[in-house]
């Protein structure tokens, strides 16, 4: 059982490059989430989805897209990488079953923009 | 003020030390509370939830909520090397979670 998987783990990015993070869960989880986690400043909802096909805007959006065209999967695009997206970067998915739920993390995705 | 404040240490103790990490929240509404532990370069895991206010206790682990002075607390009895790790608090706040910075936590043998 994999649970929750992060591609890549690894990546370096020059300024005003494009690319995507994909995060696949195999739970049949109804939510996901992506956060980003930088020194003291834990993690940040950067957007998240209650279902296939939906969205919607976490704490950090901006400079940030990302889509859910699958259940499992839920996509983050950056179209114009910032140093100040240097960050590491976890996709969480979550039962919808029950008032609260675990969320269960990926390995994380360590971005370095130069 | 932040939703969640929690000290980010460092914090270290040695071998079989009582640990006690702490937050503070603002919002009184809150109701599900959550301590999440996450090892270097690993992604963060669930170790204990409680509901409202009271103790949950886990093995050597024990949650404690206080709502009434909006703080929350995991203490760690007979510290093991093999429980440094950063510890996280998290609140439930409806379809998200909102998370503390985490504090950095070192068991020396």
Known sequence: ?114 | QKEVEQDPGPLSVPEGAIVSLNCTYSNSAFQYFMWYRQYSRKGPELLMYTYSSGNKEDGRFTAQVDKSSKYISLFIRDSQPSDSATYLCAIWRGQNFVFGPGTRLSVLP
């Open chain 1, 1 to 114: 059982n994999a649970g929750v998987t992060q591609t890549p783990k690894f990546r370096v990015l020059k300024t005003g490059q494009s690319m995507t993070l994909l995060c696949a869960q195999d739970m049949n989880h109804e939510y996901m989430y992506w956060y980003r986690q930088d020194p003291g400043m834990g993690l940040r909802l950067i957007h998240y989805s209650v279902g296939e096909g939906t969205t919607a805007k976490g704490e950090v959006p901006d400079g940030y897209n990302v889509s859910r065209l699958k259940k499992q999967n839920f996509l983050l695009g950056l179209e114009s990488a910032a140093p100040s997206q240097t960050s590491v970067y976890f996709c969480a998915s979550r039962d919808s079953q029950g008032v609260v739920t675990e969320a269960f993390f990926g390995q994380g995705t360590r971005l370095t923009v130069v």
